[in-house]
């Protein structure tokens, strides 16, 4: 099944009665089972959240992502106790060697660096040299091919003078949005598959609580800077909207190929976790990450 996202944008009281989330608000009231909900997100500071109906989201590996007043998505709640043998994985994580991480880091930086090259040739009906790109990246990433990647991505990929920043101009906001809410989705699949998100099998930073999310979802990134060039496109608005946010949104139950089947996104990364806690189990040796789009359709 699907989970739904739900977005509150108005002031909303949300309790629970009986497993289902209740949501009052000015339009009104609703219900909502529990169990259909993968995600809540929060945005607007008048938003009261009771107790019983976080826990029991929470419980249920539904993510909470609360918004700051720039409306890009500040913080999440997650399950931590989501797996039946959780300490077990901690410490296959914890004990993983280092050239382990660094193999698993190459194969990331190798399918975004591929999807990146895909998105470019699709958007701009050229080839590139992002297959070349790929095949250069070494153990580790040790010569950066990732920013090299990066460097000449962001140059091809609008017409108009862009620079990718954390805080920078328009588009940045709708891909910061996007990239926040893949964050979250990806951070909520590895809690699932009882792995800590604070260890990362790159990132580093003594500051960053979800170092595995910001590894893992590296090659899914091209998911929504698609759907940010297809925004762009369709609406001449620059600011964060209702409509923008549910079209990015919507990327959490987009279509993932892998070889023997199709899965929404949400599920993907559930599929792409488990296989994670596998390479530090030693039970497999690849990341399992699906094909973004179906290419057989495109030929």
Same mark, same amino acid.
């Given at each position: 099944m699907i989970k739904k996202t739900l977005l509150i944008e108005t002031k909303t009281s949300i309790t629970v009665k009986k497993s289902q989330?209740?949501?009052? $608000?000015?339009?009104?009231?609703?219900?909502?089972?529990?169990?259909?909900?993968?995600?809540?997100?929060?945005?607007?500071?008048?938003?009261?959240?009771?107790?019983?109906?976080?826990?029991?989201?929470?419980?249920?590996?539904?993510?909470?992502?609360?918004? $700051?007043?720039?409306?890009?998505?500040?913080?999440?709640?997650?399950?931590?106790? $989501?797996?039946?043998?959780?300490?077990?994985?901690?410490?296959?994580?914890?004990?993983? $060697?280092?050239?382990?991480?660094?193999?698993?880091?190459?194969?990331?930086?190798?399918?975004?660096i591929t999807n990146q090259g895909i998105l470019l040739g699709k958007i701009t009906g050229k080839k590139n040299a992002f297959p070349f790109l790929a095949g250069k990246v070494l153990s580790g990433d040790s010569s950066n091919m990732e920013g090299v990647a990066a460097s000449q991505y962001w140059k091809l990929f609008f017409e108009i003078n862009f620079k990718r920043e954390r805080y920078g101009d328009y588009p940045n906001n709708f891909l910061n949005y996007g990239y926040a809410i893949l964050r979250a989705a990806t951070a909520r699949a590895l809690s699932g598959s009882g792995l800590l998100n604070t260890l990362g099998i790159h990132h580093k930073s003594k500051y960053n609580a979800f170092a595995l999310a910001d590894d893992i979802m590296e090659p899914f990134r091209p998911i929504v800077d698609e759907i940010v060039f297809e925004i762009m496109q369709k609406y001449e608005e620059q600011e964060l909207n209702t409509q923008i946010k549910a079209e990015l949104l919507q990327m959490l139950t987009r279509t993932v190929y892998f070889k023997e089947e199709m899965s929404p996104l949400m599920v993907g990364l559930q599929k792409t976790s488990s296989s994670l806690q596998q390479c530090f189990y030693g039970a497999r040796k690849k990341i399992k990450y699906p094909k973004l789009w179906n290419l057989m359709a495109t030929e």
């Open positions: 989330l209740i949501l009052k $608000s000015d339009t009104g009231e609703r219900t909502i089972p529990i169990e259909d909900i993968g995600f809540v997100v929060i945005d607007n500071p008048e938003v009261y959240l009771s107790i019983p109906a976080m826990n029991l989201l929470v419980e249920n590996n539904s993510s909470i992502i609360i918004c $700051s007043s720039n409306h890009l998505p500040g913080g999440m709640f997650l399950n931590l106790n $989501s797996h039946h043998v959780q300490q077990e994985v901690f410490r296959t994580q914890i004990e993983a $060697s280092l050239p382990l991480k660094k193999q698993l880091w190459q194969q990331t930086i190798i399918e975004k």
